[in-house]
């Protein structure tokens, strides 16, 4: 079975550019978390979504960020005209169930953006 | 609103040590707990949760952790620290009352074992 799978590992865009990160959830999973990691801030949520639907987006800057998780195929993360403070570690996670019951969530490897 | 602290950025042991994460936690509800560990370079991958029921929760790798409500603390430890266990440690809260909560993430603490 496999695991959490993102795309790509390592991603580098130049200022103003878009940058498109692609998470697969595990067979089975409907429930994808998106994360953001920087040094010396932790694990910061971004959003949660299920099949076609957002069901929070709480952490998501309100411009130039969006997610989706399309019927068919991997949940996107897009941030538009990227500037440098969005270089950062960005991680997938999955679930067989939201967080309305007790699993834990499995990880991607994560896309490590880089702006230039 | 929940959350998570993590008062060590790193801890540093001996190989065959004991070893102890430690972690505090806030909610308004029941807690529920996770920790995760990260490689370099890697994801996070679960290592073990409490939700309810026994306080020493058992998990991967030999690792275990202590729910204390009265101290509102998730500790982890270890009875013998290896070389490997060396990693980014996350530990993780959600409020599980209700409905709908995300999971609030600590800022991790290195967890550091010296041969």
């Known amino acids: 079975n496999a695991g959490v799978m993102q795309n790509p590992r390592h991603l580098v865009r130049r200022r103003g550019q878009e940058a498109r990160l692609r998470c697969s959830p595990m067979?089975?999973?409907?429930?994808v978390y998106w994360y953001r990691q920087l040094p010396e801030e932790g694990l910061k949520f971004m959003v949660y979504l299920q099949k076609e639907n957002i069901i929070d987006e709480s952490g998501m800057p309100k411009e130039r960020f969006s997610a989706e998780f399309p019927k068919e195929g991997p949940s996107i993360l897009r941030i538009q005209q990227v500037v440098r403070g969005d270089s950062a570690a960005y991680f997938c996670a999955s679930s067989p169930m939201g967080t309305a019951v007790t699993y834990e969530q499995y990880f991607g490897p994560g896309t490590r953006l880089t702006v230039t | 609103a929940q959350s998570v602290a993590q008062p060590e950025d790193q801890v540093n042991v001996a190989e065959g040590n004991p070893l102890t994460v430690k972690c505090t936690y806030s909610?308004?509800?029941?807690?529920?707990l996770f920790w995760y560990v990260q490689y370099p370079n890697r994801g996070l991958q679960f290592l073990l949760k409490?939700?309810?029921?026994?306080?020493l929760v058992k998990g991967s790798y030999g690792f275990e952790a202590e729910f204390n409500k009265s101290q509102t603390s998730f500790h982890l430890k270890k009875p013998s620290a290896l070389v490997s266990d060396s990693a980014l440690y996350f530990c993780a809260v959600r409020d599980g009352t209700g409905g709908y909560q995300k999971v609030t993430f600590g800022i991790g603490t290195k967890l550091q074992v010296i041969p």
């Open positions: 909610v308004s509800g029941n807690p529920y």
């Open positions: 067979k089975g999973h409907s429930h």
């Open positions: 409490y939700i309810t029921g026994d306080n």
